[in-house]
């Protein structure tokens, strides 16, 4: 509900990218006053079930940072100075014993108060003196060991790894020196010296820092050059690899040690080696994240050049960087980096080509292509795209001569091919493409029991696909048929399963599809009676899977449609009705994934049906917010990368928009703003004849602020929308914003 809130810290980076979200609000956390560090400390010393001692309370408040301003500012320096007044050990007392006179009380009282005056005022500095402390009491060995060990690793270790691993780190530390040694007694008095600043994690009990600050002071304090973080990784990535395969830190944490490590050559052959499941979605989001760092895409894809690596490990490597390396950069929106994993994959079979070898290179090649096709779709750049498609539909045809096991990946390459030359507006070769497609449906699924539900799943999208080229080509009778027959073969496949979303959703386009034909034919009543089918399935598929989003993008484009009918048959309240529902949906899916084009820019369309309706309806307060509202949608569009004309040009009419709604709510100086924007995206858009009926709109405005201004009367009242202008066939609310 829009009236929930949820509070919720997370990182400065995070936090960065959440601030530029429009439904989050960043609040910083304020600093500690002295009556919360107080009670902090209070309650510190009641979990120990100790008495506060007051005075070494008074003067860890009255502590100072090295630049002058109060540590109890700083709630992690407060935790960190208060439990080191609670940790006493045996040489504590015996050096309170040494150093100060009166009873056992009074020395306990000096060492404690002594103690709070050494304590540093910063954060990482009295971080120092614990690890000086715990070094001190328990060895410096095997103390420093452990606090690298923890360091560097993401989510902490288990007492079996440390067990491993310590030893040999004691030796790095001390070449000198002889491996120290470890045993449980060792670890549990490491355990209590840092108590404050460990925490035990998960079924495996894993023991980390309980702060990433700790980890940056441990690192600081001991890493040098002879045992700098890389070293640690690598041993690190060389001991998880030697775990059992399904061990749960070897599948979670081994490819991000390597991958710090800089180990190309144990990454590469890591990611082609055995691995479960979990692991290669671990590893495969560990190397999705390095490619956003710097050079870490380059390192990433330098891994299919590895030297040690067979030609099957390999290829097995660019396989799952075009299957599931692909995917993960693909959720992250790194379509650029998609781009290159594609074509360096690409490159790899292609260079196995004259080996003979037993590796698919030329199935390989062309899931390489699609990836490349799918990447510089989304990219804007199509006719790149349809080069990569028809690259890989010259592979996949001759694959599919000599093996009939080929014939549904060229079903699949056909497809992708029509709709790229779609896409591209060379709709006669569309549809040759298209038919070719229906030819190899129908000759697979002439013997009867051929038939299966791939086929007619196959031979529905085809008949969709060749609807929506008939409709590109105004060809309202044919568009409509090939809709109803994909229409029919949905209906047959529901019949095996009628809740299968997957089925349903097959019905939603060829609905959406009849009622576009039907409205272009002028037929309103049965258009609408399509898109509300296609709106009454899209709900059912809801109802049974509400978590997938091309569910809602589908309720909201029939929405939308359904809309802009009632809109033509004057039921403007059925219509608001609509829109609203359309632009919660829009809205949700745009909170889900902010950097989505396809998502923004259907939210901006939501906003600007929405708006256009509730000023019809007289509402134009509300009007004006949700315009406003369109605009940011599209300018967070324009901003997301090398703007596309049309998106600059759908801003300008956005700005267009709000700068009408503007001038009849009698608020000049804002509507002449808007048209100033206006006219200049549509400059940059070269839209010439948008860029006149701005200026013209600008002047419009001017005309009637000037009027304004000299008292003039027969200015419209603010809120109200004018009247409906009854001549000529588009009604003159359409005229007014510039729509056909």
Partial sequence: PRSTLFPYTTLFRSTDLLAERGDMQVERVPELSLEDARAIAEGIYSQYHHQPNQEAVEIILRTRRSDGRLSHANPLWVVSAVEELNLLDGDDFERADSLFSGNQDARLHDLITGRANTLAGEPRAIYRQVFERVERTYGRENSRAFMLLLAVSRYGLREHDLARLVPGVTVLCEPSGAPSTWTPLAFAFLRRGLRAQLVEKGQERRWDFHHAEAREAALDAYSSERISPCVLHQLLGDHLLQQPVDDVLRETEAMHHLIQARDREGAAKAYAGPITTRGLVAATDSLAEHTESEGGLAWVLSMLEATKLADDQRATVAGRFLKQLSDALDRRSQIEALLQVARAAERCFRAMSSSDNGIDVAGGTAMALERAAFAELVLGRREASLAAQEAMLTIVRKLAKDDVSRLPGLSEALLRVGDGLWHNGRFDEALAIHEEQIALCDSVMRPAESVTLDWIDRLASTHLHVGDIHLRKSDLAAAKQSFERSLGLASRLLETDSENVDLLNKCTGPLVGIGQAEWRNGDLSAALEAFNASIAVSRQIIRIAPSAPAWHTDLEGALGYAGQILMGQERTLDALQMFREASDVSRRLVMLDGTRTFWLHNASQACANLAEALFVCGLNAEAIVIARESIDHEARLVNLGAPRPEWVQTL????????????????????????????????????????LRARERLAECLRKQELKATGAKGQRPEGRAAPADQSGQVPFWRRLFGRR
């Fill in 652 to 691: 300008g009419r956005a700005h267009l928009r709000l700068g009408v709604l503007l001038s009849f709510g009698g608020r000049y100086n804002e509507a002449a703003e808007q048209f100033r924007e206006a006219e200049r995206r549509f400059e940059m858009s070269s839209d010439v004849e948008s860029q």
